[in-house]
């Protein structure tokens, strides 16, 4: 019998992990269902991976590190110039949009199917995340142009970082095309900007 090399065996765990994951959600997963179908032993998975969340926080990877590198952007960019455009918004709006629309069963799984796991929370994670990175953006604005002390509360920030947090998970909830995503996310956009004057002044063709 020709034994498997080690790195064919890790991908194959984490290729049917995946599947099974984005079928059953973490709870409902079964650890031996994904060994059967990957050609192992159940107590190899825990070789590889140490226990169920570890694999679940392997599958989603590629998805955790791009948050990162999101929020990296983000504090590199406020830092460099706090007052974002109108424009580098909407370009932010179309950047992720597409990275939603490339990514969805991954987003699905993460933010509707993730109980149970370590990321269960993740939702409330990103919003307090924006939050504190959206308190500190005003602080500078107000400092770049000598607005005085900031009257802006944390619930009030909290909401609207909600309101976006949850435009993309229900983006991906009701499965908007990537045209539409990136339509009605501009539209929000504008809205935040300029009230419904901003919106019904669209040319809507």
């Not at 490339?102 to 699905?108: G, H």
């Not at 909600?162 to 983006?171: A, C, G, H, T």
Request: with cysteine; net charge negative.
């Amino acid at each position: 019998m020709v034994q498997r090399k080690k790195d064919e065996v890790y991908y194959a765990i984490l290729e049917k992990a995946k599947e099974e994951f984005i079928e059953q959600g973490f709870q409902k997963a079964s650890l031996r269902n994904i060994a059967r179908e990957a050609g192992i032993t159940h107590s190899n998975i825990y070789h590889y991976f140490g226990n169920k969340d570890a694999l679940f926080r392997a599958v989603l990877i590629a998805v955790l590190n791009y948050l990162e590198l999101g929020k990296a952007f983000l504090i590199a960019h406020e830092e460099n110039h706090a007052d974002f455009t109108l424009e580098d918004h909407m370009q932010i709006i179309d950047k992720t949009s597409e990275y939603l629309d490339a990514n969805r069963e991954l987003l699905k799984l993460l933010f509707f199917k993730a109980n149970g796991s370590s990321l269960a929370n993740i939702k409330n994670e990103i919003i307090d995340w924006f939050t504190d990175t959206y308190r500190l953006t005003l602080r500078k604005l107000s400092e770049k142009y000598n607005l005085g002390a900031v009257c802006v509360s944390d619930f009030f920030i909290h909401n609207i970082s909600s309101i976006w947090m949850n435009f993309l998970m229900e983006s991906l909830m009701h499965d908007l095309s990537l045209e539409e995503m990136c339509r009605d996310g501009r539209n929000m956009m504008n809205f935040i900007y300029y009230g419904w004057g901003g919106v019904l002044s669209l040319d809507c063709k």
